[in-house]
């Protein structure tokens, strides 16, 4: 009975490291692990805090820094992602980093998606209207 139980289950974890190779911990499960240990553990702690300060602090210069209003909503979507707004983490990530809310409240994950990919197209567009004119100065018939 028991060994039947048992090995039912010694499949199922198998099962699923084969699937999931990588641990696939959430953010809030990480949390937990490390306060769970911190008497223990200590130095892995203070290093988990200092990395997300220094993250912090150095997302908010850069922010700060940016001139340009599209710049600060490329940072603001690429900040403003599902897993933030899962662990209702907005409120805190813009106390944080400085956002305004009004770049928070219209930000989607759609418009990131908008601004990357239209600026990836311009750039492709840039390139090739660039080798057109090379290849157009370059030709025989036009060269002096």
Known sequence: MYVCRYKKRYLR???KAA???VSADMPRTKTRKLLANFHRNKQAVKKALMFH????DTI????????LERQKRTFACMLSGRIVKRYKLQSY???QLGFSVRQWSKLSCESA?????TKRRRFAANCR?????KAFYMRDDVCV
């Open 129 to 133: 209207m660039k080798d057109d004119v």
């Open 13 to 15: 974890c198998g099962n």
């Open 19 to 21: 699937t999931n190779p």
């Open 60 to 67: 908010k210069n850069r922010y700060q820094e940016t001139k």
């Open 113 to 117: 998606s908008k601004i990357f990919e």
């Open 93 to 95: 990530s813009y106390q």
């Open 53 to 56: 300060y220094a993250l912090v």
